[in-house]
């Protein structure tokens, strides 16, 4: 099993990127997949998931308005979009899936996870 991300980079505050999570060896449909970053010094964190069975998905606070989680079940791949850009966004992202239906926020859930993809927001 292995996942992909990528599409991270250095962007100006204000601006917007798009980061894909590519899964191989696993159908993206039977499992839940999560977005998470850790920025230098902080503990890693949540930032959305969605249940690529049905389609629901939720965001940490930080985020919500601004970022947008999404599937492409066909190209076994997750998105997120991300608009509004601060440089309190500046972390390396990582997307990671769960065998379940119901995931989280929580990392600890999450058993496959993906090399990080950096972002970097200038200011």
């Known amino acids: 099993f292995q996942l992909q991300a990528s599409g991270g980079g ?5 601006g917007s990127l798009r980061l894909s ?10 499992y839940g ?6 920025a230098p010094g902080k503990e890693r ?3 959305a ?3 690529t069975n049905d389609g629901r998905r939720d965001y940490a606070n930080s985020v919500k ?3 947008t989680i999404s599937s492409d079940v066909a190209k076994n791949t997750v ?4 608009t509004s850009l601060s440089p309190e966004d500046t972390a390396v992202y990582y997307c990671a899936a769960v065998r379940s239906y119901y995931p989280s926020l929580g990392a ?10 950096q972002v970097t927001v200038s200011s």
């Open 79 to 82: 998105f997120l979009r991300m």
């Open 45 to 47: 964190e949540g930032v």
């Open 65 to 67: 308005g601004r970022f």
């Open 108 to 117: 600890h859930e999450y058993d496959i996870w993906g090399q990080g993809t």
């Open 49 to 51: 998931w969605i249940s």
């Open 10 to 14: 250095l962007v100006q505050a204000g």
């Open 21 to 30: 999570c590519a899964a191989s060896g696993i159908r993206l449909d039977y």
């Open 33 to 38: 997949i999560g977005w998470f970053r850790q």
